[in-house]
């Protein structure tokens, strides 16, 4: 089970750090991505991080503000977010997939997700 949590209201260029836990499996045996899904859009890919944390991947409109990271221990990825932008306005997804860190930009490749973090930027 995918526990994502961080969300909340922030001012332009603020930050925050979303939080997604799991339970339930080898934690270390998956990459895990977060996507998000903005009102009426579609749900994209913002980043992923490899099984052993050693890999991340970021989409074009995040790189270089936000940041992915796990803790395998913990069974627990996070994404820092800083510089933060309304249009990065959204609901948070965590999910997990088997997938090698070149895919996991591919929503269908992910298996199990998280039920969602919400999280406004305001101008």
């Known amino acids: 089970q995918l526990q994502a949590s961080g969300g909340g209201l922030v001012q332009t260029g603020g930050s925050l750090r979303l939080s997604c836990a799991d339970s339930g499996r080898t934690f270390s045996d998956y990459a895990v991505g977060w996507f998000r899904q903005a009102p009426g859009k579609e749900r994209e890919f913002a980043a992923a991080i490899s099984r052993s944390g050693d890999t991340m991947h970021y989409a074009d409109s995040v790189k270089g503000r936000f940041s992915i990271f796990r803790d395998n221990q913990k069974s627990t990825v996070y994404l820092q977010m800083n510089s933060l932008k309304p249009e990065d306005t959204a609901v948070y997804y965590c999910?997990?997939?088997?997938?090698?860190?070149?895919?996991?930009?591919?929503?269908?490749?992910?298996?199990?997700w998280g039920q969602g973090t919400k999280v406004t930027v305001s101008s």
């Open positions: 999910a997990v997939t088997y997938a090698s860190i070149l895919r996991t930009n591919v929503r269908s490749e992910y298996s199990y």
